[in-house]
């Protein structure tokens, strides 16, 4: 009866042995708290050492962990907006790029100029460029690519495109027509669309349709794609021809972890160099704190707000919608939750980073003034239980939480504390993602209505990288404002924002949206909170060079290339 | 015992239809869709022309009563169906999977069984005294411990403080190993999860071997072989363990197909891609076919070692035999 | 079942009395933990929705063992934990308990055709898988403390159904049951009269085993996310020592340490009185 047990046992005594004799963690408790002092970086500073990887010695290999599969990384496999589209883009090129400020700049355009209403653009494509497969890349290639998801017309890309009427050829030029002025055609379509090789892909007539291998993953990017295991890792080698010069990491070998609790197991052993994920406030001066590990921080444009329901009582009262704005403590929210990685949300909508943001909008907090605004509009406390009445019912919201994001949780009970000062009590209810999203936003159509009275939201990065697209937040009109989800409506913040998304004269443009954060701030259609910062985690010894592009992280081709070769 | 089985086989079917039924009805229960996963990041972006071709494309517009006879012909044919979110065939994904859960609950299972039936026949042998009082007190307390937070401890001693074993995964990430420093590899992150569901699993199979043992031990058939004359250990190990081994192999195959519906809990704790793990995320990104499929697996897995317990258990059980 | 019909008695009462210790020893563990729930709010040092220090203190004179992630004391935490731990575990064996024996009693009594499809019934529940049905639960009836009661209640009730239909089985064909309904007794006065006061024992030996079991799925489901983690239970103590990684920095010894150590003590508390419990009832030899 023994003998069967044998086979178990021993697999499991050697490996305990084989444990116990192997090499133990390099990184365990040799560090201590004390010491980790690198600053939080301002936007665009890596905090790396000038010390660069040796020129040609050896090969640089850099490893790094994504949570979450995404498939065969092409233009129509990628899952995530992050980082799902940066590991695409390490292949392919869009005709600009963004410097470590976000402003694009000329890449496989190298000149970009446009008409004076910003209806029509002509884009010079750089001469020199090849795929991967040692064609050339031209004029044609760029054409097909606009038509290709011009006429495939789901997905991002084509999305970007819309307005688009006309792509032609001259010379080593391609001219782009719009239907109506897009001020910011740069940033969204110039500056995000890859770039495709009309040879491999005029042959794929339904992208939708199709199962694809890594062989279409033809690219004029600065790295090549070898290597896919499902779920587990891909392996991206440079392209040592690149038209910017060759990169400076050699492989790229990035591993696919299901949670990031892994990922930071993983690098705190030496198994990965850097997470292409933002690191969770209270592990940024723990990772610091170890030695080879470094943190590169910055401004990120994802957004962090509580949502109510304007067309619903009482909060179609801007006197209750200002209240809350006024006893919201952003400062504390910052502090507690985040642990100082964020920035004060500012009550405009626009981040204070940005040129155009409007510095007299900040935001405050001022308890004694919301009481006496409640108090002002009607909203007394007659049975003394410390929550004020409504039309006869008690100020009682729940408000709604996805409870797969903790630090949002926590939010949403700090903010419950700071109301309950004032009088208004909010019980925060944590709910699955799928119901939260089906209660706040049915079924993603806003023509659904709402289902909820006060909800936690967030916006990702793209809705506020490009800042007109306030419109598509604050607009009554469904066509427009399809990310209304709080049933705002106010006549000059339409005006205005409708005009923001034609208006050509940058001067213009820029009174438009300083007009407009003004109007948002006093009309509270929702209340920002705090636009969290990224915190990136690597290994100075094995890469240090990363490039963090305000908003937008690490994570891109620039940060792999040479310094010379950046825009 | 022909008509035995048979009846029970019609009740097993009976269970089987309700049961398959019923996971067709649940992912269809819960608030929300699938919409997000299927459309992707950019789905408040689409117009509800472009949503509603999204929902066309997999059939979830067809009315439910056509979706319920689609479900069936694909559990009768065997046919698992595709992922939402990667569009991969089901079956491959399970098959993927699968050998890890298995994995690690298989070989704690043997462990705890081995462990379990020594340590539970010894304490009914000792019955009353203190090395049963010490033993039993022991296991209710291992028996007591979350399941999670043991492993957590094991994870923060063992990989973080010590740095023997790794924390996470079931293989090195990337790492190209091949042949005996690959099982090695295997082995080391396979510890962790195995010890843990192995403290947790060993009081179960002690204490019903223990109970199992302590009732054939008031048997007049165990009188009779002392009376007899045999010794002790040959009357333990000969008469007792054998007889009272039946609700422990019943237990045991009952706890195996629990093992296909996976371990949530240690697989999360341990990062470990088992079966458990690929049902909690296709659960809350209602990616409906993974669910469907993998409880089908489950279910098909319990009934089936019910039905082997059922069986087996006449045939272990003397006793039963005589009746 | 053994046959009691054996000259072993010395053997028999040793045993007894030895669990009948372990017993006390259980009951011991659960006083000390439900006198903490009570005397809470004068045992805790602070109020333990306060924020009452900055966010990931290590243990010190003024926060015996720390702060959470926004600035909460954790011994506070930990003792006011004991309550809502407590109280969805009592309160989830009771639903389970009157689940279960409700439906025992009726399958058992009515082994034929009633009992024959309640059991099927139950099979079903226990066929289908656990965790699903506790997201889709979870999902469905939203986070709250009720709902986690009752679906831990949901979980557990097969169990007690089964041990109670056995014994029902037994009892009905004993005399006095018999003996009544010959008498032309409607059957729902000898359930009451004969078959439930039996039974109570046996019940409450199984509420007893309901409680361990629900305090450990408690600490589990909040762990999963799947509780209320705005509650101040033990479980979703760890729910956050988790989020906020703490179980890979030395916090782990205050943060996830002893909440840990209060959930196994209070399901050993209840599994000791449960089995000291069952030995009475069904002595084994």
């Known amino acids: 009866m023994l003998r069967r047990w044998n086979l178990p046992i021993l697999l499991v005594s050697l490996a305990l042995i084989a444990g116990a004799c192997g090499d133990s963690d390099p990184e365990a408790s040799t560090t201590t708290a004390a010491g980790g002092t690198t600053a939080p970086t301002v936007a665009g500073a890596t905090d790396a050492p000038t010390t660069t990887a040796p020129p040609s010695a050896d090969p640089v290999t850099v490893r790094a962990a994504i949570t979450g599969g995404e498939d065969t990384l092409n233009p129509y496999t990628y899952i995530s907006g992050f980082p799902g589209w940066n590991l695409l883009m390490m292949q392919y090129d869009s005709l600009m790029q963004l410097d470590s400020a976000g402003i694009p700049q000329p890449w496989l355009a190298e000149s970009v100029t446009s008409n004076a209403d910003l209806t029509e653009f002509t884009l010079t494509i750089v001469q020199g460029a090849t795929w991967h497969d040692g064609q050339p890349l031209t004029v044609n290639d760029v054409k097909f690519t606009f038509d290709y998801f011009i006429d495939n017309a789901t997905g991002r890309f084509s999305r970007d495109l819309r307005g688009v009427e006309s792509v032609t050829v001259s010379g080593n030029d391609v001219v782009v027509g719009l239907a109506a002025p897009n001020p910011a055609f740069d940033l969204v379509a110039l500056a995000d669309i890859p770039i495709l090789p009309q040879h491999v892909w005029e042959g794929i007539a339904t992208p939708g349709d199709q199962t694809f291998d890594i062989s279409t993953n033809v690219g004029s990017g600065p790295y090549m794609l070898t290597d896919y295991q499902e779920d587990q890792s891909y392996r991206l080698k440079a392209n040592p021809d690149y038209f910017r010069g060759a990169p400076a990491v050699d492989e790229l070998v990035v591993i696919v972890f299901a949670d990031d609790a892994g990922a930071l197991a993983a690098i705190r052993s030496g198994e990965v160099d850097v997470i292409f994920e933002r690191v969770s406030p209270e592990q940024i001066d723990l990772l610091d704190a170890q030695d080879p590990l470094d943190i590169s921080q910055g401004p990120e444009f994802t957004t962090q707000m509580i949502n109510f329901d304007v067309s619903k009582r009482p909060f179609d009262d801007l006197a209750v919608r200002k209240a809350i704005d006024l006893a919201v403590d952003r400062q504390d929210i910052v502090d507690t939750v985040f642990l100082g990685a964020a920035t004060i949300g500012s009550p405009g909508w626009v981040h204070p980073d940005k040129p155009v943001y409007n510095p007299a909008v900040a935001g405050v907090h001022d308890t004694a003034a919301a009481i006496a605004m409640l108090e002002g509009a009607g909203y007394l406390d007659s049975d003394g239980d410390g929550i004020r009445e409504f039309d006869g019912q008690p100020m009682s919201f729940e408000m709604l939480t996805n409870s797969s994001d903790s630090l949002r949780l926590r939010i949403s009970e700090l903010i419950s504390e700071m109301l309950a000062e004032v009088g208004i009590e909010v019980t925060v209810a944590s709910v699955e993602t799928a119901t939260w999203e089906q209660a706040v936003w049915p079924d993603f159509d806003i023509a659904n209505g709402r289902n909820y009275e006060m909800a936690a939201w967030g916006w990702s990065a793209p809705v506020q990288a490009n800042t007109i697209r306030i419109a598509e937040l604050v607009h009554s009109d469904g066509g427009i404002g399809f990310l209304n989800l709080t049933g705002f409506g106010h006549p000059d913040v339409d005006t205005i924002s409708a005009a923001l998304l034609t208006e050509a004269d940058s001067a213009t443009s820029t009174s438009l949206i300083m007009d407009l954060q003004v109007l948002i701030a006093e009309q509270v259609p929702f209340v920002l909170l705090a636009y969290p910062d990224g915190a990136y985690v690597y290994n100075s010894e094995v890469y240090a060079d990363w490039e963090f592009i305000a908003g937008q992280g690490i994570v891109s081709k620039v940060s792999l290339l040479p310094p010379g070769a950046r825009p | 015992m022909r008509r035995f089985g048979l009846r029970r086989l019609d009740q097993y079917l009976v269970v089987f239809i309700v049961a398959v039924s019923l996971n067709f009805m649940l992912p269809r229960l819960m608030p929300g869709n699938p919409l997000a996963l299927l459309a992707g990041v950019d789905v408040g972006l689409m117009t509800p022309d472009e949503r509603a071709e999204v929902i066309r494309q997999v059939g979830l517009d067809a009315p439910l009563v056509s979706q319920f006879f689609d479900y069936w012909r694909a559990v009768l044919t065997g046919d698992l169906g595709f992922s939402y979110r990667s569009g991969r065939p089901i079956g491959e994904m399970i098959g993927e999977r699968l050998p890890w859960t298995l994995l690690i609950t298989g070989a704690s299972l043997v462990i705890s069984a081995f462990f379990g039936i020594i340590i539970g026949a010894f304490s009914a042998w000792r019955r009353g005294k203190k090395s049963d009082l010490t033993l039993l007190t022991g296991m209710i307390g291992l028996q007591s411990l979350p399941s999670f937070w043991l492993g957590m401890l094991l994870i923060s001693v063992f990989a973080v403080q010590l740095g023997w074993l790794p924390s996470f995964g079931a293989v090195t990430p990337a790492s190209d190993l091949t042949g005996l420093a690959h099982v090695r590899d295997i082995a080391e992150h396979a510890v962790l999860p195995i010890a843990t569901l192995t403290v947790l699993s060993i009081p179960g199979v002690y204490l019903t071997m223990r109970y199992s043992m302590l009732e054939v031990l008031g048997d007049d058939f165990i009188r009779t072989a002392r009376a007899k004359g045999a010794s002790e250990s040959r009357i333990l190990f000969g008469h007792v363990a054998r007889n009272a081994i039946a609700p422990v192999v019943t237990f045991l195959a009952i706890r195996f197909a629990f093992a296909f519906g996976g371990s949530v809990i240690i697989e999360t704790v341990f990062s470990y891609p088992g079966l458990g793990r690929l049902v909690f995320e296709a659960v809350s990104r209602r990616d409906y076919p993974v669910m469907q499929a993998a409880f089908l697996v489950f279910t098909v897995a319990v009934l089936l070692a019910n039905l082997l317990a059922d069986l087996l258990y006449p045939i272990l059980d003397p006793r039963m035999r005589e009746q | 079942m053994s046959s009691s019909a054996t000259t072993r008695r010395p053997g028999k009462t040793k045993s007894a009395t030895l669990a009948d210790r372990l017993g006390w020893v259980g009951a011991a563990i659960v006083t000390a933990l439900v006198v903490m729930a009570i005397a809470a709010?004068?045992?805790?040092?602070?109020?333990?929705?306060?924020?009452?220090?900055?966010?990931?203190?290590?243990?010190?004179?003024?926060?015996?063992?720390?702060?959470?992630?926004?600035?909460?004391?954790?011994?506070?935490?930990?003792?006011?934990?004991?309550?809502?731990?407590?109280?969805?575990?009592?309160?989830?064996?009771?639903?389970?308990?009157?689940?279960?024996?409700?439906?025992?009693?009726?399958?058992?009594?009515?082994?034929?055709?009633?009992?024959?499809?309640l059991m099927r019934g139950v099979d079903v529940v226990l066929t289908l898988p656990f965790l699903p049905l506790l997201i889709i639960l979870a999902a469905y009836l939203g986070r709250s403390l009720i709902n986690t009661i009752l679906v831990i209640g949901v979980l557990i009730w097969a169990g007690p159904a089964r041990v109670i239909r056995s014994q029902v089985l037994s009892l009905r064909s004993r005399e006095y049951v018999l003996a009544s309904r010959t008498m032309g007794a409607p059957d729902r006065w000898a359930i009451v009269r004969h078959v439930l006061p039996r039974t109570a024992l046996l019940a409450t030996g199984t509420f007893v085993r309901a409680v361990s079991t629900a305090i450990l799925l408690e600490a589990a489901l909040s762990f999963l996310g799947l509780g209320d983690p705005i509650q101040k239970s033990w479980g979703s103590i760890l729910f956050w020592a988790q989020a906020r990684g703490a179980f890979l920095t030395p916090a782990w010894k205050w943060w996830v340490l002893p909440p840990g150590l209060m959930i196994m003590a209070a399901s050993l508390g209840f599994a000791l009185i449960a089995f000291a419990m069952e030995e009475r009832i069904n002595p084994r030899l």
């Open chain 3, 41 to 117: 709010p004068w045992l805790a040092p602070y109020d333990p929705t306060e924020r009452v220090g900055t966010p990931f203190l290590p243990p010190s004179a003024d926060h015996l063992l720390g702060t959470n992630d926004v600035g909460q004391d954790l011994l506070s935490e930990l003792i006011y934990g004991a309550r809502v731990s407590l109280t969805v575990g009592i309160v989830a064996a009771i639903v389970a308990l009157v689940l279960g024996t409700t439906i025992g009693i009726l399958a058992g009594y009515y082994p034929k055709r009633l009992g024959s499809f």
